[in-house]
């Protein structure tokens, strides 16, 4: 992980202090049922991010990504619009990228087994803000359940390893949601192999909970969220 620019803040939006220092590069997995609120973190993080003055990088399996964006920029409402980028992976889309009025940018790719097509969206994304002077950034992806659907783990694995890469030497945070009852424990496993740290969710007696594994020594306590 690379450690030149100034650390990632995750604490407010998580709860938990361990993540008020995350190192630049630091890819984590955000793991947890249906209904955990794991994509909602996701953009919430993205959005401090950009209300801080970094980048924001949506990829979205599930959402269009002009609602992705104006979900963020409603969170973020001092933001810049030139700092949101969103990445498209839903079925029968066309693989296009434009800027919007606004001047976020929005690029499609035909569907979320088109991992090459998700790489070049994430890499012209981070060359956009970076040609921008944005020099800091998140990445938030969601759904890697819905990835593997289509694909395979091994398949995941591997683009979220290279993506690990791509974050790493550009100092970015990766934050990726997968759905922990989707899927065997072998899966889990494998992917979990492509992340630095393990953030999970879950739901006790009507309450969401969340832990860190990974970034520090130890594991934190579970925490309300």
């Not at 361990?18 to 953009?43: C, D, N, R, W, Y």
């Not at 990228?97 to 087994?113: E, I, K, W």
């Not at 949601?177 to 992340?195: G, M, N, R």
Request: some cysteine; aromatic content about 6%; glycine content about 10%.
């Amino acid at each position: 992980m690379g450690s030149d620019q100034n650390m990632y803040d995750l604490s407010e939006s998580i709860g938990i202090d361990a993540a008020a220092s995350v190192q630049p590069g630091t890819s984590i997995l955000v793991s947890g049922p249906a209904m955990t609120g794991k994509e909602e973190l996701l953009f919430e993080s993205l959005a401090e991010g950009a209300q801080s003055g970094e980048g924001a990088v949506a990829v979205t399996t599930g959402g269009r990504a002009e609602d992705v964006i104006d979900e963020i920029r409603e969170r973020a409402d001092d933001a810049s619009s030139d700092r949101l980028c969103a990445i498209d992976c839903r079925t029968d889309s066309d693989r296009e990228g434009f800027q919007r009025d606004d001047g976020a940018y929005v690029n499609r790719v035909s569907g979320p087994a088109d991992m090459t097509g998700i790489g070049i969206g994430i890499t012209e994304c981070f060359d956009r803000l970076h040609n921008a002077g944005i020099d800091e950034g998140r990445l938030g992806l969601a759904n890697l359940s819905t990835m593997i659907t289509y694909t395979d783990k091994q398949t995941v694995f591997k683009f979220c390893h290279v993506l690990s890469s791509r974050l790493d030497s550009a100092s970015y945070l990766g934050l990726f949601a997968i759905d922990s009852t989707a899927h065997d424990e072998q899966t889990l496993q494998v992917i979990k192999q492509a992340f630095d740290g393990l953030l999970e969710l879950r739901n006790s007696e009507g309450t969401r909970e969340a832990r860190l594994l990974g970034i520090e020594p130890t594991p934190s306590e579970w925490v309300e969220v």
